[in-house]
């Protein structure tokens, strides 16, 4: 099982737009994203989420499947849906933050913006093959 969390780039621009009657690729905007750009960032934000850890279960949020959809606008900013394993965690006032920081430190990231959400709750078939072989739950 792959782990089931949404990612998605949304840009305001398609590099993949067809180009005009004249025969000219369209021209981009001054400070386009391009989409090695948005890999690059793309791969470091799920490095940075692999480096927070619910303190009470030896796994990193994005295996534990707890990032449902992360979101680069053209100005760079971020915006991350997550839940947690359960609405009554101890910490679920404080892994937003660290999941604000840990994503503000990836380079070309300009401002991260975490969103509590609780549907769809949260199951143990969200986790990643990883974090169901490191839980033994396999």
């Known amino acids: 099982m792959t782990n089931q969390t949404e990612t998605e780039a949304k840009t305001g621009a398609d590099a993949s737009a067809a180009s005009d009657s004249s025969g000219a690729a369209p021209a981009k905007a ?4 391009t989409t090695d750009e948005i890999d690059r960032m793309t791969q470091g934000i799920i490095e940075a989420l692999k480096s927070v850890y619910d303190p ?3 796994v990193d949020i ?3 499947g707890l990032i449902y959809k992360i979101d680069i606008s053209e100005e760079r900013n971020v915006e991350i849906d997550m839940t947690l394993t359960a609405p009554g965690c101890p910490v679920a006032g404080e892994m937003p933050i660290w999941v604000q920081n840990a994503v503000g430190a990836v380079q070309g990231v300009q401002d991260v913006k975490v969103n509590m959400v609780f549907e769809p709750f949260w199951t143990k078939d969200r ?4 974090a169901q072989f ?3 739950m396999f």
Not at 30 to 33: E, P, T, V, Y
Not at 127 to 130: Q, R
């Open 30 to 33: 001054a400070g386009a994203l």
């Open 56 to 58: 009470e279960i030896p």
């Open 62 to 64: 994005y295996e534990l």
């Open 127 to 130: 986790m990643s093959e990883e």
């Open 134 to 136: 490191a839980l033994n």
